[in-house]
Nanobody
């Protein structure tokens, strides 16, 4: 139904910036909300940011003011980009894009994840 491709990430020193991109393609009714989650070593997966179909954005408290997401629809896809500024060592994690829909026929789809490493 939906395919998700993630790009970006990498390694940066504390205070630096990175950008993550998530592109979803497939049945449009299954691409309502797009979200970023992350999992740091030894910790549970946590919500980072999200955009619903109306364009409303939400952020975890830990990233508010530092991370910004934007969503557009190039070439019949849905793309969610996250600009990460003032990165901290605590932001080191594997970041995952999730695509969600309220329709019962749609399963949540996850990307394979992108590593972000911030050195202090």
């Amino acid at each position: 139904q939906v395919q998700v491709v993630e790009s970006g990430g990498g390694s940066v020193q504390a205070g630096g910036s990175l950008r993550l991109s998530c592109t979803a393609s497939g049945d449009p009714i299954c691409i309502e909300a797009m979200r970023w989650y992350r999992r740091a070593p030894g910790l549970e997966r946590e919500f980072v940011s999200g955009s619903d179909y109306s364009g409303k954005t939400t952020y975890a408290t830990s990233v508010k003011g530092r991370f910004t997401i934007s969503r557009d629809n190039p070439n019949n896809t849905s793309r969610l980009q996250m600009n990460m500024n003032s990165l901290q060592h605590e932001d080191t994690a594997r970041y995952y894009c999730q695509v969600h829909s309220v329709y019962a026929i749609c399963d949540d789809v996850w990307g394979q994840g992108i590593q972000v490493t911030v050195s202090s």
